[in-house]
């Protein structure tokens, strides 16, 4: 019998408005539930290549997928942890699912249940979990976070995904995510001592790491950062300078520099459309 009860689930962030990046290629682990309240976004990854219109919901499991949102899109959002204790994923299968407006019946309900918890801010909706400083705030996250979480599961398996058992992940990648899960982020990522850690070789570690997330371990730490940077940008009141600094920055500009090449826009760009 499986262990549910080990399963780690929790929330990473929920909003309501516009993406705050409007295209590139992400790796996510864990459970992505977006539903598209006006505009477009176009997602590739290699199940396939797919739209969603007004109305339309989009499920991922973890896959390396591009996206891009058309200008003025709008969508409602929540980013799921849903990993074994290892930092295995818990489902695998053909991503994105897409649903019709009929057919997410069910899973509206619990997205604006989530949603409804949040903070509004120049007329968009933030929930990070990390901002809520009271006991019955966090479980009224947790029950919201579970409801929306079964349904979203549920659909997936039942248009293809399936549940990757702990047991296939290999333990040295398992033991990596773990190490990177706990690397502070103003952190220099170091190949070498992570490929002693696990007794490999530098190119042995690539390969592996590589085989089984779809992305190299240097790649995996960076998108953790950029997913703070992104999101601390959208709905926290940290200076650019001091979000920069907790990265591991000492430039500002150096920090600008890092964010443009791989969004295509500045951390300042990014603050002033939202």
């Not at 499986?2 to 682990?29: C, D, H, K, N």
């Not at 477009?40 to 499991?61: K, N, S, Y």
């Not at 040295?172 to 190490?179: F, H, I, K």
Request: net charge positive; aromatic share 8%; charged share 25%.
């Amino acid at each position: 019998m499986r262990q549910w009860q080990r399963v780690r689930l929790g929330l990473r962030i929920a909003y309501r408005g516009e993406p705050s990046v409007s295209s590139g290629t992400f790796s996510s682990r864990g459970l992505i539930v977006w539903r598209v309240d006006c505009g477009q976004v176009e997602v590739r990854t290699d199940f396939g290549h797919f739209i969603a219109g007004p109305g339309e919901w989009m499920l991922h499991c973890t896959a390396r997928r591009f996206q891009r949102f058309a200008k003025g899109t709008q969508i409602r959002s929540a980013q799921i942890e849903l990993e074994w204790p290892s930092g295995g994923n818990v489902l695998t299968g053909p991503t994105p699912v897409g649903l019709s407006s009929q057919e997410a019946a069910k899973i509206s309900p619990a997205m604006n249940a989530l949603l409804a918890l949040g903070t509004k801010v120049r007329g968009e909706t933030f929930l990070v979990p990390d901002r809520i400083d009271r006991l019955g705030g966090e479980l009224q996250i947790r029950a919201a976070v579970d409801r929306l979480t079964a349904v979203a599961v549920t659909e997936g398996l039942h248009r293809g995904w399936q549940i990757h058992d702990e047991s296939d992940l290999d333990t040295r990648v398992g033991r990596m995510l773990t190490l990177m899960d706990a690397l502070p982020l103003a952190e220099r990522f170091d190949k070498a001592r992570l490929a002693m850690s696990v007794g490999l070789g530098p190119t042995h570690v690539n390969r592996l790491f590589l085989q089984s997330q779809g992305l190299t371990p240097k790649r995996y730490f960076d998108q953790r950062r950029l997913e703070f940077a992104c999101n601390h940008l959208a709905t926290s009141d940290l200076s650019i300078k001091e979000i920069a600094s907790t990265l591991g920055f000492s430039s500002l500009q150096h920090f600008s520099a890092w964010f443009r090449k791989r969004h295509g826009i500045s951390p300042r760009g990014l603050r002033r459309s939202i």
